[in-house]
């Protein structure tokens, strides 16, 4: 299975409102990154997180991290239409160059 | 600025003929990675570079994928003898040394379709 698993699979809210999508793994991981996808398009990445570190901000971005619980999550605040697209963690399981991904949560913003 | 560039977008072709892929990465970028994204799904891994090698071909599906990159900048992936389950979004992403605390930076893909 994937190393990176978010939940929900798909979100739908209000332009406004708060959007928070989760991400758990399973072995033990130096960095966690967070990437956006819009439909037909390449990954952009968000923000990086790394495993000594449990909360970072940028923007209306909030990630935390909890190595205990081997997970992650991803709060957009006040979100936008333009919000809409997919999001996936990756996590590097230990590795030096590799990045495995999740399936990713799929977010939509209604105006 | 130049970002990653993948060509071509799109590319249909009959089954059992062969495809070539193209990444020209981030000047500069050492490290670069090809994905196959199918549907609705996660990306999957394929090949790693670094400069012109590869050290980790694990992802590749089959003895009918291959890649090379010359000059540590292009990459092309050819599928050979194309089958109807390589229809899928081809991904190309490079970063800067390779290093898993790095961003990727990606293509917009190549779309590609099996008839």
């Known amino acids: 299975s994937q190393q990176g698993e978010e939940d929900p699979q798909a979100l739908s809210i209000q332009e406004g409102e708060n959007a928070t999508m989760n991400c758990s793994y399973k072995?033990?991981?130096?960095?966690l990154q967070w990437y956006r996808q819009n439909s037909g398009r390449g990954l952009v990445h968000l923000i990086l997180?790394?495993?000594?570190?449990r909360e970072k901000h940028s923007g209306r971005l909030r990630v935390t991290l909890d190595t205990s619980k081997k997970s992650s999550s991803l709060l957009i605040t006040a979100s936008r239409a333009a919000d809409t697209a997919s999001y996936f963690c990756?996590?590097?399981?230990?590795?030096?160059?590799?990045?495995?991904f999740g399936k990713g949560t799929l977010l939509t913003v209604n105006p | 600025g130049a970002g990653v560039s993948q060509s071509p977008s799109n590319k249909v072709t009959e089954k059992g003929k062969d495809v070539e892929l193209r990444c020209d990465p981030i000047?500069?970028?050492?490290?670069l990675y090809w994905y196959r994204q199918s549907l609705g799904q996660g990306l999957e891994f394929l090949i790693y570079?670094?400069?012109?090698?590869?050290?980790?071909k694990s992802g590749l599906p089959s003895d009918r994928f291959s890649a090379e990159r010359t000059g540590g900048s292009v990459s092309t992936l050819t599928i050979q003898r194309t089958q109807q389950e390589d229809s899928a979004v081809y991904l190309c992403?490079?970063?800067?040394?390779?290093?898993?605390?790095?961003?990727?930076?990606f293509g917009d893909g190549t779309r590609l379709s099996i008839l």
């Open positions: 992403a490079s970063s800067l040394s390779g290093s898993s605390n790095q961003p990727q930076h």
């Open positions: 072995t033990s991981i130096n960095n």
């Open positions: 997180i790394r495993s000594n570190e």
């Open positions: 990756a996590t590097d399981e230990g590795s030096n160059y590799k990045l495995t």
């Open positions: 000047s500069g970028h050492t490290a």
């Open positions: 570079f670094q400069g012109n090698s590869a050290p980790d």
